[in-house]
């Protein structure tokens, strides 16, 4: 069969269809008999790739098969024809992804022995309708928890043929990279936080700088005995206020002059 030819028919359906397409379902577009082959197929992809070199639309494979789409550099433009933004996924949902698809097959335990925190449900019910994870087994102890993995179609939504594609975890530094979130400014980096403590600060020591220094202490008390005493009265006082409720409670509400005139009668 022409290259060419067979290079529009591929390109047809993949436009035509609204998923990656294997080679096994581009061959079986024809009828039998004269079905191509993966060897003619690849052929005319190789062809159909070098074709849209300099065109929007790119020739991607994926790990459920080839696909045409959008040119990932073009997207900041073509995604304003959309009304509906994507879903913002939590911090928690996207590092039990990671730990799955770096470590797969793996248990629930063991994602929740890695993170340090138990995983929750909806976490794991929204992954598996988006249809990014699966349960591939059950481990081989008491019990038998399900194993879990990832599917082709998480691959193809990142845009991944294989696992091996994704990146290292050396060149993952920060999990909030794969979804951004709202970046809360901390006391350290508010500017107007900052300040007040400076002023605050200011304050503190241009009070401490007019106060008068003394040697000793003999000194302080003679230059100002009303304070210390009154402190110190202060301090008993508090303590006393403490304690009178209860002794209020065993002599009754008129106190001791009270008691005393019980006695006499």
């Known amino acids: 069969m022409d290259i060419d030819y067979l290079k529009r028919i591929v390109e047809g359906a993949l436009l035509a269809a ?9 061959n079986s577009l024809f009828p039998e008999g004269e079905q191509p082959g993966h060897g003619p197929l690849r052929e005319a ?4 790739d070098a074709e849209l070199e300099d065109r929007a639309v790119e020739l991607r494979q994926v790990g459920s098969g080839y696909r045409i789409q959008i040119r990932t550099d073009l997207m900041p433009f073509i995604s304003q024809l959309w009304v509906e933004k994507p879903p ?3 911090r928690a949902l996207l590092e039990t992804l990671a730990i799955i698809a770096y470590r797969q097959p793996i248990t629930r335990g063991e994602i929740e022995q890695i993170r340090g925190v138990s995983v929750s449900s909806n976490i794991l019910r929204t992954l598996q309708e988006r249809d990014w994870i699966r349960v591939v087994g059950h481990r081989d102890v008491p019990g038998r928890p399900e194993l879990i993995g990832t599917t082709k179609a998480f691959l193809d939504y990142f845009n991944l043929k294989s696992l091996d594609e994704l990146p290292t975890l050396a060149e993952i530094k920060d999990i909030d990279n794969l979804e951004p979130e709202l970046e809360l ?23 401490e700088d007019n106060q008068p220094q003394f040697d000793d202490e003999e000194e302080r008390e003679a230059e100002y005995p009303s304070q210390s005493n009154g402190r110190d009265d202060e301090a008993e006082t508090s303590v006393e206020e403490d304690d009178e409720p209860a002794t209020q409670s065993e002599e009754g509400p008129g106190g001791e002059a009270e008691g005393e005139r019980r006695k006499t009668d």
């Open 45 to 48: 992809l190789a062809a159909l």
């Open 185 to 207: 400014q901390s006391p350290e980096s508010d500017p107007d936080s900052s300040n007040a403590q400076k002023d605050a600060h200011e304050q503190v020591d241009e009070k």
């Open 18 to 26: 609204g998923q990656p397409l294997s080679l096994n379902q581009l």
């Open 88 to 90: 913002r996924y939590s």
